[in-house]
């Protein structure tokens, strides 16, 4: 035990020393925080309408103002890290879960193996989003199942790519052939051997991805595709794209740097987790 | 006596993109009896080590043994199915590879990576599993096992991997551990160290071994027998004292003239004119003969088996 604990407490100090990367951190754990703690935090329902008179201005009642139906931006800015963060995770999550099964499985059978499952792959690389979301609205309703589900279904390839290819060059490794010599099985030697040495870029990979989700899932609630009863950054940057003109300047901007300050914050951490868990750019930082 | 292992007429292959076979092994001959320390010696691409890997049947495509039986005991691992035959690796039969850097995995721990085979083949729950890792690692002369056994291997010097490798070889009580090149990678000091270690537990568990090597020194050092190998085939084999004493074939004379003893003068090292032969397309007859100095017209034509000469010993060539 001892040995993972040092290793964590090693990379933790690498971390640190990047202070922009900290903050980064800082503020994501806020975001959740805000988030899980929601109800505690806010004053009203973040779908009330009539909390405050439309369109008040930001105020001690409504720190960031109302909305056209007088619905409390700062509750909704605060609910929607909910949705946004949840989707972000539970899609990076279920997306590097099936990135990894595929990438593995095709990486170490190889040959018909890799060739039915990198076809696979490639058929989902080409799906247009907006299109598959469109469809899945049309026949399912609108809902934030359906958003993580089209998010994981696009996503998946590009975790499956770069798995096989960190498989592929794994397996020829001589470890992995002590372990057949061993009497290992392939599940065990593919999951147990291979894959933690995987980590590092799926790591780095895994945090992009949950950015890219939170962005991705704005993009499809700003066309209207997103959920309906809850609310989400994406939602509310929806609903007030027609203040925009208006220069109601509150509706859009709070979502909007919600949104924008938390992605942001989400590559940097990716960033750093690169350079630390790369040694090849670690000593590159180090001797700067 | 019964033999532990015998390995006849094993033929294994690689086939080419152009379609040719590669003849690494052609028709090798082996047995090792309990408690023996048996080694293959030639040089570098004769096929030594695909001996070690037909044997565990880790030959990879476009590798594949074309006939020839594998006995162990009475199991004949050529027909064991690929569920069986996992239960033989690592348990029966395990190995220990040329390059303790490479050959163990650098993200897990040490005695995570001991106790695995321990719990695979024996069934032991992770406490008694624990308790034999030590064990282990102290059988191996590992100081301070239970640091050890917290580290990485990028933590370890090499003679230390090595005896990690030879731990987790032997944490099954194997029938026969296979040593390819045990020693090749590490400098003269910790080879002599691990031969030690090599002498001690075959003393102490009474394992039976083969050791491939091309070192000379090393054989007449710890070998009880000993089989000569060239371009695929076993050329001779027999009693470590009396391959050493009176080599038969011209190539293992060859090959003991090219060492250099400290006893004796040599003016010039004598090496073997010409190089190993391409298996691709190996000479007619006797696969040394364009490089032999004693061929006669019958080693183009004709391939010599191997006849006894001596008790136990066996040479293939026409002009013995």
């Given at each position: 035990?001892?040995?993972?604990?040092?290793?964590?407490?090693?990379?933790?100090?690498?971390?640190?020393?990047?202070?922009?990367?900290?903050?980064?951190?800082?503020?994501?754990?806020?975001?959740i925080?805000?988030?899980i703690?929601?109800?505690?935090?806010?004053?009203f329902?973040?779908?009330?309408?009539?909390?405050?008179?439309s369109?008040?201005?930001?105020?001690a009642?409504?720190?960031?103002?109302?909305?056209?139906?007088?619905?409390?931006?700062?509750?909704?800015v605060?609910?929607?890290?909910?949705v946004?963060?949840?989707?972000?995770?539970?899609?990076?999550?279920?997306?590097?879960?099936?990135?990894?099964?595929?990438?593995?499985?095709?990486?170490y059978?190889?040959?018909?193996?890799?060739?039915?499952?990198?076809?696979?792959?490639?058929?989902?690389?080409?799906?247009?989003?907006?299109?598959?979301a469109?469809?899945?609205?049309?026949?399912?309703?609108?809902?934030?199942?359906?958003?993580?589900?089209?998010?994981?279904?696009?996503?998946?390839?590009?975790?499956?790519?770069?798995?096989?290819?960190?498989v592929?060059?794994?397996?020829?490794?001589?470890f992995?052939?002590?372990?057949?010599?061993?009497?290992e099985?392939?599940?065990?030697?593919?999951?147990r051997?291979i894959?933690?040495?995987?980590?590092?870029?799926?790591?780095?990979?895994?945090?992009?991805?949950?950015a890219?989700?939170?962005?991705?899932?704005?993009?499809?609630?700003?066309?209207?595709?997103?959920?309906?009863?809850?609310?989400?950054?994406?939602?509310?940057?929806?609903?007030?794209?027609?203040?925009?003109?208006?220069?109601?300047?509150?509706?859009?901007?709070?979502?909007?740097?919600?949104?924008?300050?938390?992605?942001?914050?989400?590559?940097?951490?990716?960033?750093?987790?690169?350079?630390?868990?790369n040694?090849?750019?670690?000593?590159r930082?180090?001797?700067? | 006596?019964?033999?532990?292992?015998?390995?006849?007429?094993?033929?294994?292959?690689?086939?080419t993109?152009?379609?040719?076979?590669?003849?690494?092994?052609?028709?090798?001959?082996?047995?090792?009896?309990?408690?023996e320390?048996?080694?293959?010696?030639g040089?570098?691409?004769?096929?030594?080590?695909?001996?070690?890997?037909?044997?565990?049947?880790?030959?990879k495509?476009?590798?594949?043994?074309?006939?020839?039986?594998?006995?162990?005991?009475?199991?004949?691992?050529l027909?064991?199915s690929?569920e069986r035959?996992?239960?033989?690796r690592?348990k029966?039969?395990?190995?220990?590879?040329?390059?303790?850097?490479?050959?163990?995995?650098?993200?897990?721990?040490?005695?995570?990576?001991?106790?695995?085979?321990?719990?695979?083949?024996?069934?032991?729950?992770k406490?008694?599993?624990?308790?034999?890792?030590?064990?282990?690692?102290?059988?191996?002369?590992?100081?301070?096992?239970?640091?050890?056994y917290?580290?990485?291997?990028?933590?370890?010097?090499?003679?230390?991997?090595?005896?990690?490798?030879?731990?987790?070889?032997?944490v099954c009580?194997?029938?026969?551990?296979?040593?390819?090149?045990?020693?090749?990678?590490?400098?003269?000091?910790?080879?002599?160290?691990?031969?030690?270690?090599i002498?001690?537990?075959?003393?102490?568990?009474?394992?039976?071994?083969?050791?491939?090597?091309?070192?000379?020194g090393?054989?007449?050092?710890?070998?009880?027998?000993?089989y000569?190998?060239?371009?695929?085939?076993?050329?001779?084999?027999?009693?470590?004292?009396?391959?050493f004493?009176?080599?038969?074939?011209?190539?293992?004379?060859?090959?003991?003239?090219?060492?250099?003893?400290?006893?004796?003068?040599?003016?010039?090292l004598?090496?073997?004119?010409?190089?190993?032969?391409?298996?691709?397309?190996?000479?007619?007859?006797?696969?040394?003969?364009?490089?032999?100095?004693?061929?006669?017209?019958?080693c183009?034509k004709?391939?010599?088996?191997?006849?006894?000469?001596k008790?136990?010993?066996?040479?293939?060539?026409?002009?013995?």
């Amino acid at each position: 035990m001892t040995g993972e604990v040092s290793q964590i407490g090693h990379y933790w100090r690498l971390y640190r020393k990047d202070k922009v990367a900290v903050i980064a951190l800082l503020y994501i754990i806020l975001i959740i925080l805000a988030g899980i703690f929601a109800p505690v935090i806010t004053k009203f329902p973040p779908l009330l309408t009539g909390a405050g008179p439309s369109f008040a201005s930001p105020n001690a009642q409504h720190f960031m103002g109302t909305d056209d139906l007088g619905r409390d931006i700062f509750s909704g800015v605060i609910y929607g890290a909910r949705v946004s963060m949840g989707v972000g995770f539970a899609a990076a999550v279920g997306s590097s879960l099936i990135g990894l099964f595929i990438g593995t499985i095709a990486a170490y059978y190889g040959r018909t193996y890799d060739m039915i499952l990198m076809r696979i792959t490639e058929i989902f690389f080409v799906i247009p989003m907006v299109f598959l979301a469109i469809l899945l609205v049309a026949f399912f309703g609108s809902s934030v199942w359906n958003v993580i589900f089209v998010i994981i279904i696009l996503s998946w390839p590009r975790t499956a790519r770069l798995v096989r290819g960190q498989v592929l060059a794994l397996k020829q490794r001589d470890f992995v052939k002590a372990s057949k010599a061993l009497g290992e099985r392939d599940f065990y030697i593919m999951f147990r051997e291979i894959l933690p040495n995987t980590l590092a870029p799926i790591i780095v990979n895994g945090s992009i991805e949950v950015a890219r989700a939170i962005v991705v899932e704005a993009g499809l609630s700003f066309l209207g595709l997103g959920s309906t009863d809850l609310t989400s950054w994406g939602i509310m940057l929806y609903k007030s794209q027609r203040f925009l003109v208006q220069q109601i300047w509150w509706t859009f901007s709070f979502p909007g740097v919600a949104l924008f300050s938390t992605v942001l914050s989400l590559n940097v951490i990716a960033d750093t987790l690169n350079t630390i868990l790369n040694p090849r750019i670690r000593k590159r930082v180090v001797r700067q | 006596m019964k033999p532990l292992l015998t390995v006849e007429n094993l033929k294994t292959y690689f086939e080419t993109d152009e379609g040719a076979f590669v003849r690494a092994n052609d028709g090798v001959r082996l047995s090792v009896c309990a408690g023996e320390l048996v080694a293959i010696v030639g040089e570098s691409g004769c096929g030594k080590s695909t001996v070690a890997l037909s044997i565990l049947r880790l030959i990879k495509h476009p590798g594949r043994i074309i006939e020839g039986t594998v006995f162990l005991r009475d199991t004949e691992l050529l027909k064991l199915s690929e569920e069986r035959m996992r239960k033989v690796r690592g348990k029966e039969v395990s190995i220990v590879f040329q390059n303790p850097v490479t050959y163990l995995n650098p993200v897990m721990r040490i005695g995570d990576q001991i106790m695995e085979n321990a719990i695979f083949h024996l069934g032991l729950d992770k406490r008694s599993a624990e308790e034999k890792v030590l064990e282990i690692l102290r059988q191996v002369k590992i100081p301070s096992p239970e640091r050890i056994y917290q580290s990485y291997p990028h933590e370890l010097s090499g003679g230390m991997k090595q005896r990690v490798l030879f731990a987790i070889a032997i944490v099954c009580q194997p029938l026969l551990v296979i040593l390819d090149e045990p020693t090749t990678a590490l400098d003269v000091t910790i080879q002599a160290q691990i031969l030690q270690l090599i002498k001690e537990l075959r003393n102490r568990l009474r394992m039976s071994m083969i050791m491939i090597t091309h070192d000379l020194g090393i054989v007449a050092d710890i070998a009880d027998r000993v089989y000569i190998m060239y371009a695929g085939k076993i050329v001779e084999y027999g009693d470590v004292f009396s391959i050493f004493r009176e080599p038969l074939h011209p190539y293992s004379r060859a090959l003991l003239n090219s060492v250099l003893s400290i006893n004796e003068y040599k003016e010039n090292l004598v090496s073997i004119p010409g190089s190993v032969p391409d298996l691709r397309n190996p000479p007619t007859g006797c696969r040394f003969h364009p490089r032999c100095s004693r061929r006669m017209d019958r080693c183009f034509k004709e391939i010599p088996s191997l006849q006894e000469e001596k008790d136990g010993h066996f040479v293939a060539c026409w002009g013995v």
